[in-house]
Structures are given as structure tokens and as C-alpha cells.
Antibody, heavy 123, light 108 residues
Framework: EVQLVESGGGLVQPGRSLRLSCAAS????????MHWVRQAPGKGLEWVSG????????GYADSVKGRFTISRDNAKNSLYLQMNSLRAEDTALYYC????????????????WGQGTLVTVSS | SYELTQPPSVSVSPGQTARITCSGD??????AYWYQQKSGQAPVLVIY???KRPSGIPERFSGSSSGTMATLTISGAQVEDEADYYC???????????FGGGTKLTVL
């Protein structure tokens, strides 16, 4: 059974940093691209970032480019999101998600999702 | 930046067919994916590559795409299908992926 467990969320002041983690199990982690998707309270889904299985291809939404960095450690079955220069508009539930296809060069689409970790940016 | 446009809401009676549309300029050449999100839960993939159904998704869910519009169809909608539905796609390889704004499906 695929399991994705996010952690690292919390309350942070504007301008500060936060690092999210996602622990994956139940599938061969280093075979799959991974995604971060967020959802502001009461709002829709927003794709944040994706990373290929070997970290060779990485993409970001325009809204976070230059501030957020996605990474993965295949030896630890873990995905990360380093978030710098946080803004109030980054307040959201952040989901980690596994890609639908194995062994492809780019992240395509999420299929399995975690339950999310809440990030609140406020002074 | 690329946008996918969905109607904010669709309402049907139980047993009727619900159709949710997603409009995007690049849909003639890029696949659409559809997600269902029930209240307080993580999203679930219900359609991938325009019309394919993941295992475990009921047959009443189907997808199609023609021109700049993709459509999610729920044939014989049930009360438990009440949820927000999001389409997902991109306009070009290497560009960010985007979700549509979401459609709230009411079945009552």
C-alpha cells in the first residue's frame, strides 16, 4: 500500500524559511517522479513543484520559482521542499504526491497523495 | 501563464449524468487528468490521459477530449460522487503543470 506522510509544517513569520519532508513507503520510491501540490484554505489545488526519479528534471510553478527548492533522497525514500522568503499567500495545506508513471524523464501527474501538512505564514 | 477553465458548479439529481468541462488552449495536444476531492480528504485520480480510468475507479466515470475542451462524465451520478473535481494539464513539456479552478458537483 502506497503511503506518503508529510511533516514540517507549522506557523512561520513572513520572510522566514521552512523545510517540508515527505516519507514514502509501499512502492519503489526511486522509480517514480514526485510532486508537491498545495491548497490554500477554502481554495483550489495549485501544483507547486515536481522532480523526476533521478532529480534530473525539476519544475516549479511561477508563484514559487526562485524561493522554493524541491529535492529528494532516494536512499531515505524521502522528498523535500525547502521554502524560503515565505509570504502570507504561501499559507496552505501542502501535499506530497507520487507520479503516475515509473522511470520517466519528467514529472507528469500525481496519482497517490498524502494527507498534507499545514503551513501558516503570519506575523 | 497557462490557464484551465472549469465551471464553478454543476448540479444533478441522483441517477442523472453529470458532465464537467475543462477548457484550455493546449488541450488538443496535451492530455487532461481529472481529480476528485471530497470534503476534508486528499484528492483522488479518477481519469488520466483524457479517458483512461485507474483501477478501482467505478465505470460510471469516463473522460473525453475534443479540441480545446476536456470533459469528465459521471453516468448515473450517485450521492457519494458529491465532491470538487479538478482538471490538470500543461501547455508544453517543461512548463509548469496547472489545475483548473475546480467544479463543485452537487448530487441531490
Amino acid at each position: 500500500e502506497v503511503q506518503l506522510v508529510e511533516s514540517g509544517g507549522g506557523l512561520v513569520q513572513p520572510g522566514r524559511s521552512l523545510r517540508l519532508s515527505c516519507a514514502a513507503s509501499g512502492f519503489t520510491f526511486d522509480d517514480y517522479a514526485m510532486h508537491w501540490v498545495r491548497q490554500a484554505p477554502g481554495k483550489g489545488l495549485e501544483w507547486v513543484s515536481g522532480i523526476s526519479w533521478n532529480s534530473g528534471s525539476i519544475g516549479y510553478a511561477d508563484s514559487v520559482k526562485g524561493r522554493f527548492t524541491i529535492s529528494r533522497d532516494n536512499a531515505k525514500n524521502s522528498l523535500y521542499l525547502q521554502m524560503n522568503s515565505l509570504r502570507a499567500e504561501d499559507t496552505a495545506l501542502y501535499y506530497c504526491a507520487k507520479d503516475i508513471w515509473p522511470s520517466i524523464a519528467v514529472a507528469v501527474a500525481p496519482d497517490y497523495w498524502g494527507q498534507g501538512t499545514l503551513v501558516t505564514v503570519s506575523s | 501563464s497557462y490557464e484551465l477553465t472549469q465551471p464553478p458548479s454543476v448540479s444533478v439529481s441522483p441517477g442523472q449524468t453529470a458532465r464537467i468541462t475543462c477548457s484550455g488552449d493546449a488541450l488538443p495536444k496535451k492530455y487532461a487528468y481529472w481529480y476528485q476531492q471530497k470534503s476534508g480528504q486528499a484528492p483522488v485520480l479518477v481519469i488520466y490521459e483524457d479517458s483512461k480510468r485507474p483501477s478501482g475507479i467505478p465505470e460510471r466515470f469516463s473522460g473525453s477530449s475534443s479540441g480545446t475542451m476536456a470533459t469528465l462524465t459521471i453516468s448515473g451520478a450517485q450521492v457519494e460522487d458529491e465532491a470538487d473535481y479538478y482538471c490538470y494539464s500543461t501547455d508544453s513539456s517543461g512548463n509548469p503543470w496547472v489545475f483548473g479552478g475546480g467544479t463543485k458537483l452537487t448530487v441531490l
